[in-house]
């Protein structure tokens, strides 16, 4: 048995074999795959694309999605072990686990970080906890990475630029009033460099650099692929040449837990915004993100709203490869 | 492609075709008209009945249904455009309609008026704003009008009454402790005047005026139809050979944002309680209600629990028009 | 029509009926006994295992569920009758219970006691509410029983013991931090009892001690099968010989609504943890709960991660005997 919980465990044939699979269903959505099978999903934060395409997905493979909100329509859960569990969780992991999988045949688990100590964060308990007690296949619909959003982007970048191998991809940071998750991109440098891409991560300042789990290992990738990860916070050089920009905002790791003092740092880089003007800097460049996106502070409506824009496509392509993850994770390759 | 919005959209024809698709459906109520199709059903406020009935309704005619509810269970949305998106809502309807209809097939929503400007909800900014990004056809479960119950009212009304034309038609306001929306009052004058009804708006006073884009066109259709809309303040006339008597409570519009001084008026009002002494005065007359009703505040237990009243047939109805309205949006006339 | 309220209703050879049947469900999950049925599952309180093993069960049964939840996504709803309802709910259950069965061809309803007059709760006002204007049958997802735990405690203990006749059913109080619900706790006695089993009830003082309506029950049944129902407060005569412990918290009657003063008396009792001292007093017993456990609290790791426990099992027979009351009530016997 099989989980889904990185892309970091995948080869890159079998990425690529996902995105293929992704592809037929792309072209015919209806076929009874998960035929009378169930499949949990478990959101301990909120959604709107990841709920959607899972469950029409499931649907569209003849299976039945039941959808789960751990803390507002369910109990709050317990994930250390052997506590004496005097608080507020009313359930452990372990029953949880368990008795889902009695009741379905693969358990998504979406389970945002805490944004206190990225040190605990980095553990991605949540997610472990359900992988290691659950005795059916587990998941990933975003924790500390978003395998499905890469899987999403991947095919998303192959409909539009064919073979990726030696295409420049930039991840730029951008402003956004909050600090967010890191989940995406971290998962943004692991498939670009995993599919053999030409890799920037383009941010602010050092603080800023993602967590070096997923820097080495796309390093390790790129440097498998013949090709570099790169790191700059130089604007102009990273746009240059670029076949994709891919945008992002994440909070600077080394500020977990006291945001206020990150504040002015963040608030000083509102200028990352893609806009027409840096897009020329690229060759002929795609852009996307993984929505949702903040218009105007993000992206300018003018590039979102372009021909180069994948957003949507990106979307949509959500609901195909995670067909295919279902498909494979059921039912093998 | 076309949505149903409002039924000032619609021709009294197409109403009456949609309304013999609905008998059908009820007198059969499983038939495949949505297989593999995906209904999204975006919620930016409670319901049981369209929820359920919708969901049903989806189902018996091999659909799928998915349920949302934005600020819940998804991201707050952004409705007004090319601003900078520094505020609360993570995303912009282009976003979500568009991504909506590439997982779905056709798109409800429901959105209630903000009730403090009702010069900024007559708008309607959060279904205009599906309608005009979505790229498949959206439905208004309830907005500033509530055009699926005024079918489920006319398809009841005519199962008791056969032809509509020249029968008269009451929509009594009536107490209720808050200030509701006008959607269904609106929705009300307009179904009863299409279909050739006699219509009298019963109301405490000039402030209880509906807004005049619908009385104006219920106007126009009750001439079109040789028939009158007329507007009183004189219970006794009003009920007075009443062949159906339909209760809405509504907060008065010029009052909006200031519902603190609306209320000694509206507590005033208390009389306008459908009773059995009322419906006394009616021609036999019928008496109905949307639903939730609070009993003896709006309709006395007597009424409503007579062999007049339609309140659980209109509502059964909901599901019978509503497949219709679908069928037709999804498969044409 | 039948409901399926509480197992007082139903007699014994019915109650082995309905495991029968979940046992034949167990091993040939798929069958279309509800299909092209509605199932409405009404839950006023939160749920994990009730939801998703209704859900799954219903859908392998071909039918299909819509999730309700009144207060959160849906109108809050009144109960009482005759009275202006000038207050917060906003529908009365004569016209939900009525709506619901024109949409619905079966009502599930959990709805907790408000813990602050038992004289309150006791009468069990939502459920009868439903059952008495319903006009389709009624299931009891939890209120102050919970049959169909009984069911699935049942089948688990027969597929354990076989013959439950003479078997020593020990129902243990255990320490929680708050005041819990006593549906569980009566149910137990309820039909353990029902299926000829020697009953005992082990609890901290007088105080603990259940309502006489289920006492009673429980005594008429054991009697009824020559064995007895004993109540006790002295730990180690209770595990003596036991063939099941059964271990549950609940709140103390006598201090509904005035539960600071009973917590320094709950306090005191946290030694009626089951842990494998008192385990080692029983006859090779078995172990189970409910769930939500709190592991260490109510019984230790080592107790319900033993080969003993069946915890995980009676979670699952959940989806099986619930599909077995389903079927019966939808399709008759």
């Not at 998960?34 to 999903?41: G, P, Q, V």
């Not at 080394?254 to 206020?260: A, S």
Request: net charge neutral; proline share 5%.
């Amino acid at each position: 048995m099989r989980h889904f919980l990185t892309t970091m465990d995948y080869t890159r044939a079998e990425i690529e074999g996902l995105l293929e699979r992704a592809q037929r269903f792309k072209r015919r959505p209806i076929e009874p795959r998960l035929k009378d099978r169930t499949i949990a999903l478990v959101f301990f934060n909120p959604s709107l694309r990841t709920r959607t395409s899972f469950d029409v997905g499931i649907r569209e493979l003849g299976g039945h999605a039941v959808v789960l909100e751990p803390g507002r329509s369910a109990w709050p859960i317990e994930f250390e072990e052997g506590i004496a569990m005097d608080g507020e969780p009313e359930e452990h992991i372990q029953e949880v686990a368990r008795v889902l999988s009695r009741y379905a045949d693969l358990i998504g688990v979406r389970a945002f970080p805490k944004f206190q100590r990225w040190e605990d964060d980095r553990q991605d308990k949540v997610l472990q906890g359900f992988a290691r007690y659950a005795t059916v296949p587990v998941v990933n619909l975003e924790t500390i990475t978003h395998p499905c959003q890469e899987l999403a982007l991947a095919l998303t970048m192959k409909e539009r630029l064919g073979r990726l191998d030696g295409k420049k991809f930039v991840l730029t940071w951008t402003y956004h009033p909050r600090p967010l998750n890191t989940a995406v991109a971290n998962s943004a440098v692991l498939i670009a460099s995993k599919l053999g891409m030409d890799v920037t991560l383009l941010c602010p300042s050092e603080e800023y650099h993602l967590d070096e789990r997923y820097l080495d290992a796309a390093r390790k990738s790129a440097e498998g692929n013949g090709q570099k990860l790169s790191i700059t916070y130089d604007i102009k050089s990273a746009y240059e040449g670029a076949h994709v920009v891919y945008a992002k905002s994440w909070g600077a790791i080394p500020y977990f837990g006291r945001w206020e003092q990150e504040k002015p740092i963040r608030d000083r880089h509102k200028h990352f915004i893609v806009d027409e003007q840096k897009m020329a800097l690229t060759a002929g460049g795609l852009f996307s993100h993984c929505l949702p996106v903040r218009r105007n502070v993000k992206v300018t409506d003018a590039v979102i709203d372009s021909p180069a824009s994948m957003v949507i496509d990106e979307a949509e392509n959500r609901l195909h490869v995670q067909k295919a993850v279902m498909d494979v994770l059921a039912n093998g390759w």
